[in-house]
T-cell receptor, first 111, second 109 residues
Framework: SQTIHQWPATLVQPVGSPLSLECTVEGTSNPNLYWYRQAAGRGLQLLFYSVGIGQISSEVPQNLSASRPQDRQFILSSKKLLLSDSGFYLC??????????FGPGTRLLVL | GQQVMQIPQYQHVQEGEDFTTYCNSSTTLSNIQWYKQRPGGHPVFLIQLVKSGEVKKQKRLTFQFGEAKKNSSLHITATQTTDVGTYFCAALRGGKLIFGQGTTLQVKP
């Protein structure tokens, strides 16, 4: 069966520090991968999606970047965090454009 | 823009009352998906509707897709405290899922 992992589960970082969140998927090949951010009590904002290794589409201009160094690995990064980067970061995978399966998420608090 | 509007944003009900959330689009949708996110958790897929006028049931949950494929609803009969959470609709557009803003359901025991 397929599983999706995200770490860390929670993170507290100072403003201006770098960020690296990792997402890995097991049990499937060549998945579509997605990064979402969810502010407290709000909906899901799609940040990046990838249909293959090295292929990244950015949805909104921002302080973040994404990379897909391996088929089942998706990384969300920032060189310098802003207060506004705080939120709940969710990784998801899908087979082509079908149902998305979400990871447990990372709660990021930037102070 | 290509938005999916979902209402209401919040709903408080007494346990045992019914609950409905609505999802609307200005353009025809190829399909509509519904997800549930429990407090502190991540969204979990519930169901996908594809056909015009389609109705699907999961125990006390009834999902409908409009005849014009521009709207959808999720109805919960006789809510329970386990129904608490945020319910999202999502429409597939251009290879991506466009999520509604969600309806957060609170159930008072």
């Amino acid at each position: 069966s397929q599983t999706i992992h995200q770490w860390p589960a929670t993170l507290v970082q100072p403003v201006g520090s770098p960020l690296s969140l990792e997402c890995t998927v097991e049990g499937t090949s060549n998945p579509n991968l997605y990064w979402y951010r969810q502010a407290a009590g709000r909906g899901l904002q799609l940040l990046f999606y990838s249909v293959g290794i090295g292929q990244i589409s950015s949805e909104v201009p921002q302080n973040l970047s994404a990379s897909r160094p391996q088929d089942r690995q998706f990384i969300l990064s920032s060189k310098k965090l802003l207060l506004s980067d705080s939120g709940f970061y969710l990784c998801a995978w899908s087979v082509r454009e079908e149902t998305q399966y979400f990871g447990p998420g990372t709660r990021l608090l930037v102070l | 823009g290509q938005q999916v509007m979902q209402i209401p944003q919040y709903q408080h009900v007494q346990e045992g009352e019914d609950f409905t959330t609505y999802c609307n689009s200005s353009t025809t949708l190829s399909n509509i998906q519904w997800y549930k996110q429990r407090p502190g958790g991540h969204p979990v897929f519930l169901i996908q509707l594809v056909k015009s006028g389609e109705v699907k049931k999961q125990k006390r949950l009834t999902f409908q897709f409009g005849e014009a494929k521009k709207n959808s609803s999720l109805h919960i009969t006789a809510t329970q405290t386990t129904d608490v959470g945020t319910y999202f609709c999502a429409a597939l557009r251009g290879g991506k899922l466009i999520f509604g803003q969600g309806t957060t359901l609170q159930v008072k025991p």
